[in-house]
């Protein structure tokens, strides 16, 4: 089992190599009208545990 630390490290990890290969096929293919929409959801399920917990948080403090 993985401490909460590791997870964490782990995702980090996996988010900076998910940014990196998505920004090197950004550049490498040139900007198109798609790219936006794509860049858009890539940093949405980048960032989505984050989010998820935002929106607990909030939904707690509403609650």
């Not at 860049?39 to 609650?63: C, G």
């Given at each position: 089992?993985?401490?909460?630390?590791?997870?964490?490290?782990?995702?980090?990890?996996?988010r900076h190599a998910i940014s990196i290969l998505?920004?090197?096929?950004?550049?490498?293919?040139?900007?198109?009208?798609?790219?936006?929409?794509?860049?858009?959801?890539?940093?949405?399920?980048?960032?989505?545990?984050?989010?998820?917990?935002?929106?607990?948080?909030?939904?707690?403090?509403?609650?």
């Open positions: 089992m993985q401490t909460k630390s590791q997870r964490k490290r782990i995702h980090n990890f996996n998505s920004l090197a096929g950004f550049f490498w293919d040139g900007f198109q009208a798609s790219d936006a929409l794509f860049i858009s959801a890539t940093l949405l399920w980048v960032w989505q545990p984050e989010f998820e917990r935002i929106d607990a948080k909030l939904l707690e403090l509403l609650s």
